[in-house]
């Protein structure tokens, strides 16, 4: 058997496509995968190999791979969160404009003074840059 059908096999076999599908796709070497070596194995493979990436792209929902093409342009899968997809119960985070400098804030409905802003991710500790990581409506919070 050649290498990708085996790696397919794996891949198929560990039951985790399609839902870790996309994080396979921008992942690297070899995570995420099952904890074995032999998956890391597999996983890389996929995602070095040309075909078997478009293999595992054919086999995620276009909104996934949507979804994770934003995700990986920000510093952490949490900012991604607090930005994009604020849970009630989390921290949401959006970036304004205060005269010529852009300030990443917590949004806090109701509260009009005591913003609080934020030079670093508290997930990451990244510095935040000074624009939206994507500049669009959904990327300024
Ligand atoms: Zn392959
Ligand atoms: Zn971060």
Redesign the pocket.
Known sequence: MD??LE?RNYILDWGAIPHLAPMIIFGSDGYPNDGTSEGQKAVE??QT?K??KLWVRDLTQTEDIVRMERLSRYCCPQMFVAVEEPKQEGLHLKIRQFRDENLWMIDQPGREIGFEFFGFCPWCGNKFPERPFIDDDKGRG
Do not use: Q
């Open positions: 290498t990708c790696v493979h996929i190999c075909k078997c």
